[in-house]
Every structure is written in structure tokens, then in C-alpha cells.
């Protein structure tokens, strides 16, 4: 079964501090895996996209990480800001066909604090 | 970048009303577009996908004739929530698709809180 899981559910982090986010995901076939940032009420924002054969990519202050053989990717966020507080989706996109299909993590609820 | 527009944010319909909320993409054309439910802290869960000048492919589980989509032309498509009642509240947003966009397609729009009373 095609899944995305991220860990953890939720995290605060004081401001300035690092963190990072995990997500695993048993999709196959496997065509990219995207980060994206949702802020409360609003709609995704892509923060990363990579493909099999890329290791990580970086946006700013975010970098993420793939690979494909353990199937595991993660967000890292340096130097966290007050905005940051979002919630994080990894997005797993896969061959269903006719068409590419997204599969959605449930999302990792981030709350920086002053 | 590209950019999808989400439209309206907010709105409040009276149970029985039908509400259309639009999806356009402001600078590239769109030849597929995705529409999404989200209910509080969940993930975005697929409702239907529409391609311009074609009926639109619902997921299972989603009432066709409740949720219409149309793709009329390659920037805009349509999502009306007919009959509305108020499991039907949530927040709906919409994604376009266009090869070769930066982010490799697949842009959001800004979403659209339904509150059915």
C-alpha cells in the first residue's frame, strides 16, 4: 500500500533553535517527494522538490534531504523564526497510470516559540 | 512563479444553498487540476481531478452529483458544492498541474473555509 508517515505529530522548538522532520513513505514507483509548508488556513506552499536521483536540495534556511534506497527523507530548518510555525507535509508522487498521483503525509505541526 | 488563485477565502452558506468556489491560474495554462478537502489537522485528502474539456474522474466516495467540477478553459476550473449541509463544512483547496513549472507543477491555491449553518 502506498503510504507517507511523518514524525513527529507536532514539535516546538524555540526560536533560533534547528530542527528536523522525518518522513518514510512506501510509494512505488517513486517519481518525487516534495516539502511543502502549510500555514493555518491557508493552502501548501512547495518548499523542495527531488527527484530519485537527488540527495538534497536547499531553500533558504530549509534543506532536505532524500534517500531513495531506505526510502526515507527529512526537512531541516536553520535558524527557526517565529514563521516558521506551519505545518509540514512531505508529498510522495507516484506513476498511477494515466496520470501521476500524490500521496500526502499527515504532516508534522511545528510551533516555534519566543 | 506560477501562481493558482483561490477564490472566495472564507464563506458562509445556509444549509440547502449550493456555493461555487473558482480556481484560476494566473500565468501559465492548466490542463489538469486537483481538488482537495482538509478537515482539521488532517492531511489534504482528494476529492476529484479535472482536465479541461472533459468530465472531471472522482475519487471513490465522492458524491458526483454533490461536488461539480468543471474545466471549461485551460485557466479556470470549478468546484460547486450543491446542497450544502453542514458535514459539508471544511476546507477545500484547489492545485493545478503544468509541466515544466518551476516546483515541477502541482501549485496550490490559497484554499476556501466552508462554514455551512
Known amino acids: ?114 | 512563479g506560477a501562481v493558482v488563485s483561490q477564490h472566495p477565502s472564507r464563506v458562509i452558506c445556509k444549509s440547502g444553498t449550493s456555493v461555487k468556489i473558482e480556481c484560476r491560474s494566473l500565468d501559465f495554462q492548466a490542463t489538469t487540476m486537483f481538488w482537495y478537502r482538509q478537515f482539521p489537522k488532517q492531511s489534504l485528502m482528494l476529492m476529484a481531478t479535472s482536465n479541461e474539456g472533459s468530465k472531471a474522474t472522482y475519487e471513490q466516495g465522492v458524491e458526483k452529483d454533490k461536488f461539480l467540477i468543471n474545466h471549461a478553459s485551460l485557466t479556470l476550473s470549478t468546484l460547486t458544492v450543491t446542497s450544502a449541509h453542514p458535514e459539508d463544512s471544511s476546507f477545500y483547496i484547489c492545485s493545478a498541474d503544468s509541466p515544466g513549472q518551476a516546483g515541477g507543477g502541482y501549485t496550490f491555491g490559497s484554499g476556501t473555509r466552508l462554514t455551512v449553518v
Open chain 1, 1 to 114: 500500500k502506498n503510504q507517507v508517515e511523518q514524525s513527529p505529530q507536532s514539535l516546538i522548538i524555540l526560536e533560533g533553535k534547528n530542527c528536523t522532520l522525518q518522513c518514510n513513505y512506501t510509494v512505488s514507483p517513486f517519481s518525487n517527494l516534495r516539502w511543502y509548508k502549510q500555514d493555518t488556513g491557508r493552502g501548501p506552499v512547495s518548499l523542495t522538490i527531488m527527484t530519485f536521483s537527488e540527495n538534497t536540495k536547499s531553500n533558504g534556511r530549509y534543506t532536505a534531504t532524500l534517500d531513495a534506497d531506505t526510502k526515507q527523507s527529512s526537512l531541516h530548518i536553520t535558524a527557526s523564526q517565529l514563521s516558521d510555525s506551519a505545518s509540514y507535509i512531505c508529498v510522495v508522487t507516484f506513476y498511477g497510470g494515466a496520470t501521476n498521483k500524490l500521496i500526502f503525509g499527515t504532516g508534522t505541526l511545528l510551533a516555534v516559540q519566543p
